[in-house]
C-alpha cells in the first residue's frame, strides 16, 4: 500500500527516533510497564508506523464499506444511512411480567426485541418439573406453553417488530411457539422478522447449559437452519455465539476463532441437507461481545467480517456476496461489570458500546448498570438504552463509515487478530472439526487457562478494576433500588400451566407426541411436527421428554 522507498525512510527515521528522541523522555518520564499487552496476550507497541502495515493491500484487505471482504462494512453508507438496531435484553417473571417491559422500551425508543429466558425454559422443563423449583421466572421469563407465548406478545404486532430469542437447546419449541403466534396474528410467515440463539455447539463449551449430546444438538440447530431457509425467509435461523465463549474466559482471539469455526461447523452439516450455501448462508447471523479493552474490540470486529468473508468464498464458493455477510449482534459484557461501585458500569459500558458501533455492528444491546446485582430495574435499562442513543445522535461516530480505518495499530491489530484467529482455525481443522475438538476438551482447556491467567492478573494487580483491586471504598454502601421477582410467580404460572393440561385436548397432544417421536427416530427435520405439538398446546417439557427419550441427555466431560 505504501511505496517501498518511503517505508525505508520511514524505518531510518523511526530508529533515529528511538535512539535519540525516545530514550531522553523515557529517562524524565519512565513508562509505566515493562511491557503492555492486550486481553489476547499482544504485545502493543508504544509507536505504530506505515511500518506495521507495509504489507497491506487496500483492495484485497480493505475494499470499500459494502463490497467484499466487507472490512469497512457490510452496507455502504452504513449509520449514516440506517442506525443500529437498538435490542435490549429483557425477561422475568411471567410472560405478563415481560410483555409490560418490552412495550415500556418500545416506547422508549427500542427497536428490537430481546427476549431472556428463565433457566427451566432454557433447559426444556415446564415450570412444575420439580427441577424448576425456585428458578421460576427468576432469570427470565418463564415459558412453558403456547399460551405462555400468546400472552408474552399480547398487543405486539409481529409483522412490525424483530425479535431475538435467547434459547438453545429448546430453540426448536420456542420458535414454534413463536410461529403459531404469527399465524394467530394472521402474520405471514414470510413477514416474521427475527433471530433464534440457536447455537447448541457453544453451549458444551462455553455456556455449559447442554440437553442432548452434541450430534443431535447440532442436529436440531441445523432443522431450524435448514425449515428457515424454506419457509421463514427474513428469519435469522442461527446467531453463532462468541459472547458466551468470552463470558466463559476466553481471549478476544479464542472468541474470534471458535466463534467462526462453529460457523464453519453449522454450514458444513447444513449442505449435507443438500441445500446450496447461497439458499441459506444469507441468513446467518453472528453474536459477539464488546468488552473493555477498546481497540482491541474494534479490530476484532473488523478481522471477524474480513475473515467470514474469505471463508464463505475460498472454502464453501458462495457466489451470494450476501453469504459472505457476516451480520453481527453485539453486547456488552457482562463479566465486566462489578458489583462494587455499580455506577462505574455505565462508563464501561459505553466505552464497549461505542467500540461495537466503530467496530460496524448491525445491532447492539448495552447491559444495566445494576446487572452484577439484579435483574435491570426501568431506570437501569433506560440509562442503558439512553447510552446507545447518545452515541446515535450526539458523539457524531456514526456520521462516517469505518472512522478508524487507516489508523496504523487498528489496521496492525485487525491484522494479528486474523492471523492468531487463522492459526487456531488449521488447528481445529487438524483435530478433524468441532465435534472432535468438543470431545478432547480442547476448547475447554483453552478456554479455563486464558480465565485463569486474566484472574491472575486482576490478583496480582497487573490488570486494575477500578472500585475493585484499586479506588475501592470501604464499607461501601450500594446505591441503588434491586429489582427482585415476587416468589408468587411460580405459584401463578404453575396454576397456569395445570389449568392448560386439564382443558386442552389431551388426545390430540398424545398423538402428537407420538409422531414426534417417530420423526425423531427417523431423523426427520421436526421443525413441522413441532409446530404441531406446540398448536395443540402439548408443552414444552412435554415435547423435551420426548426428544430426550430419542436423543439421550449429556453428561458433561471433566476437564482438569
Known sequence: MFDRQKIEEIAKERERWEKSTLPNWIKQCPERQKEFKNHSGMTIKGLYTPEDIKEMDYMR???????????????????????WTMRMFAGYGTAEDTNKRFKYLLSEGETGLSTAFDYPTIMGYDSDH??????????????????DMEVLFDGIPLDKVTTSMTINGPATVLLAMYIAVGDKQGVPRE?????????????FFAQKLCIFPPKPSLKLSVDIIEYCARHLPKWNPISISG???????????QELAFTLYDGIAYVEETLKRGLKVDEFAPR??????????????????????????????????AKNPRSMW????????GCTLTAQQPLNNIVRTTIQALAAVLGGTQSLHTNSFDEALCLPTEESVRVALRT???????????????????????????????????????????????????????????IAD?????????????????????????????????????????????????????????RKVKEVLEKLHYAAEKDENLMPTIIEAVKAYATLGEIMDVLRKVYGEYKELIII
Open 191 to 203: 413477514k416474521l422478522g427475527g433471530t433464534t440463539q440457536n447455537d447448541n455447539l457453544k453451549e
Open 61 to 83: 484487505d480493505l475494499g470499500f464499506p459494502g463490497e467484499y471482504p466487507f472490512t469497512r462494512g457490510l452496507h455502504a453508507t452504513m449509520y449514516r444511512g440506517r442506525l
Open 450 to 506: 486464558s480465565a485463569y491467567r486474566y484472574q491472575r492478573e486482576i490478583d496480582e494487580k497487573k490488570r486494575i478494576l477500578v472500585g475493585v483491586n484499586e479506588y475501592a471504598i470501604e464499607g461501601e454502601e450500594i446505591p441503588i433500588k434491586l429489582l427482585r421477582v415476587d416468589p408468587s410467580v411460580e405459584k401463578k404460572q404453575i396454576e397456569r400451566l395445570q389449568k392448560l393440561r386439564r382443558e386442552r385436548d389431551n
Open 243 to 253: 459472547y458466551h465463549i468470552r463470558e466463559a474466559g476466553a481471549t478476544a482471539v
Open 284 to 317: 446467518l447471523s453472528f453474536f459477539f461481545a464488546s468488552h473493555n479493552d477498546f481497540f482491541e474490540e474494534i479490530a476484532k470486529f473488523r478481522a471477524a467480517r474480513r475473515l467470514w468473508a474469505k471463508i464463505m468464498k475460498e472454502r464453501f464458493q
Open 130 to 147: 420439580p427441577m424448576a423449583r425456585g428458578e421460576v421466572g427468576v432469570c427470565g421469563v418463564a415459558i412453558s406453553s403456547l399460551q
Open 326 to 333: 457476516m451480520r453481527m449482534h453485539v453486547q456488552t459484557s
Open 388 to 446: 446507545q442513543q447518545i452515541i446515535a445522535y450526539e458523539s457524531g461516530v456514526a456520521n462516517t463509515v469505518d472512522p478508524l480505518a487507516g489508523s496504523y495499530y487498528v489496521e496492525a491489530l485487525t491484522n494479528e487478530m486474523e492471523e492468531k484467529a487463522m492459526e487456531y482455525i488449521q488447528k481445529i481443522d487438524d483435530m478433524g472439526g468441532v465435534i472432535p475438538a468438543i470431545e478432547k476438551g480442547f476448547f475447554q482447556k483453552e
